[in-house]
């Protein structure tokens, strides 16, 4: 995947982007910024939704992850009642108190 770096479409504009039909990352001083992605007038709607729909299942992906190395994965459905029991508890506590009630 080619690489453009943004002072480049900056000062050259779309000038600095090439012709290709493929996908190009957009870098800046810490690395990868954007990913520019071609568009077709024809189907723009679909292909914004399409982009939409891959973003989401990367952060899906990321947040599965995430929730694995925290060992969550391994959460019984009674340790998960457990802890919702517990958050509902401390909200209506937090309620009552910040509105004034015993």
């Not at 690489?3 to 290709?20: E, F, S, Y």
């Not at 952060?59 to 992850?65: H, K």
Request: aromatic fraction near 2%; hydrophobic fraction near 40%.
């Amino acid at each position: 995947m080619q690489t453009i770096p943004l002072r480049d479409l900056q000062q050259r504009g779309a000038k600095a982007v090439p012709t290709t039909h493929d996908p190009v990352v957009l870098t800046g001083r810490q690395g990868p910024l954007y990913l520019l992605v071609p568009a077709d007038p024809a189907h723009l709607a679909e292909q914004e939704r399409e982009i939409r729909r891959a973003m989401a299942r990367a952060n899906l992906r990321a947040w599965q992850e995430q929730a694995v190395e925290a060992g969550l994965d391994t959460l019984t459905d009674a340790d998960i009642a457990a802890e919702i029991t517990a958050t509902r508890t401390a909200r209506r506590r937090d309620k009552r108190r910040s509105s004034g009630t015993a």
